[in-house]
């Protein structure tokens, strides 16, 4: 994790899931969490978020909201979500997402840097 941007979303992050019960995230998509979790609950401070996780490489935002405003932050973590499909979980660069008997999403370095080497 060489990004200080992404270092700094990182630890402010980590510090917020703290507070949201069996919360997690992976270290690359660290920056594209904290800003949607911001922008949520800046527009919509009511929200009670109940769990963020990722899953089969997608992101899991679970919330409680008034029914009207769940169209509106539904697009917003859809928008999340689509960013974290294309950003590497370890590094935060761009990436694609993998099937290596676990489905991730990597760019090309760290999936070289992952797979057992066959050379
Ligand atoms: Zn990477």
Redesign the pocket.
């Known amino acids: 994790m060489q990004n200080p941007e992404l270092k700094t979303a990182y630890f402010e992050l980590k510090g917020i899931l703290k507070t949201i019960p069996g919360s997690c995230c992976p270290k690359?998509w660290s920056k594209v969490v904290l800003e949607g979790h911001k922008k949520i609950t800046s527009l919509y401070p009511e929200i009670g978020v109940a769990q963020i996780k990722e899953k089969f490489a997608g992101l899991r935002y679970y919330y409680t909201a008034p029914v009207e405003q769940r169209p509106y932050i539904d697009e917003i973590i859809y928008e999340m979500d689509d960013k974290c499909s294309v950003t590497?979980m370890?590094?935060g660069?761009p990436?694609t997402e993998r099937q290596d008997g676990w489905i991730s999403v990597?760019?090309d370095?760290?999936f070289e840097e992952k797979r057992p080497s066959s050379t």
């Open positions: 690359g590497c370890t590094c660069e990436g990597l760019c370095k760290c």
